[in-house]
């Protein structure tokens, strides 16, 4: 079952952590040469096609295919009930070709969501990292927070979450990647930051050696080391004390 199709059914049950959001997946394809990108508006209509119905009125009436690739535990139709079998046989009924793209594995492990997930869960970034190909980010635009950072001399750009559930929490030694793509280090909380009864979860990051005016600007937050578990402290001056010492490691792992 998709993910998508988990965040649809289940609107007040415990869902698995969004990795990417469609922005994130958007500007991953673009870096990949695709032509086009059709995205289906996931609705009750769409969830209840039988599978039989969601191959000939969204693959053959509409898009007319001709060859397709599917990874190998993929699954369509009503309840994911259709698999890579089905699509074989409604491939030779319709005219066209169907192959899957075999799991691709690491050390005997095969890369999934789900593997990538487990290790962000358990705080291993470095294993999270190999499947990935690159450290777990989170893109998003910097929006206006409650400026409580500036008052203890910590600024951060804030990026609201818009996940259920999110796939890691804490505070991380991070690298940002700007508007103009330049790269700054960083020290990030992603959570409800508790000392201030925050309700929403949000990435808060402070970029080392910036004060730039980045509001309303796309940035990519990259996760490489957590620091600790995000806390709640007594008053703001001890928040403003831990945080001075997170940034002393931040500094010390990146040397600067």
């Not at 508790?194 to 990259?222: A, H, M, W």
Request: charge should be positive; proline fraction near 3%; include cysteine.
């Amino acid at each position: 079952m998709s993910l998508n199709l988990w965040n649809f059914l289940k609107k007040d049950k415990k869902v698995p952590a969004r990795l990417s959001n469609f922005r994130e997946k958007f500007y991953g394809f673009q870096n990949h040469n695709i032509d086009y990108l059709f995205c289906l508006k996931f609705n009750s209509k769409l969830a209840n096609l039988e599978p039989e119905e969601f191959v000939k009125e969204i693959l053959v009436d509409k898009l007319n295919i001709g060859y397709l690739v599917v990874g190998d535990d993929f699954h369509f139709g009503k309840n994911g009930s259709g698999d890579f079998e089905l699509l074989l046989k409604l491939a030779k009924k319709y005219g066209f070709i169907v192959e899957n793209s075999n799991s691709y594995c690491l050390n005997n492990k095969r890369i999934s969501s789900t593997a990538i997930r487990e290790f962000l869960a358990n705080d291993n970034l470095q294993e999270a990292k190999n499947l990935l190909g690159d450290y777990f980010a989170i893109s998003g635009k910097v929006s206006h927070g409650d400026e409580i950072g500036r008052t203890i001399d910590f600024p951060t750009a804030n990026i609201n979450l818009k996940r259920r559930e999110l796939p890691i929490h804490g505070v991380f030694a991070v690298t940002v990647t700007l508007p103009d793509n330049n790269v700054k280090y960083g020290v990030a909380n992603v959570g409800e930051r508790p000392t201030v009864d925050g309700k929403i979860p949000r990435l808060e990051v402070f970029i080392l050696d910036f004060n730039g005016n980045i509001y309303r600007q796309l940035i990519k937050v990259s996760f490489v080391t957590k620091l600790r578990a995000e806390k709640k402290f007594h008053s703001l001056n001890e928040l403003k004390e831990q945080i001075a010492l997170d940034e002393l490691k931040a500094r010390q792992l990146f040397g600067i």
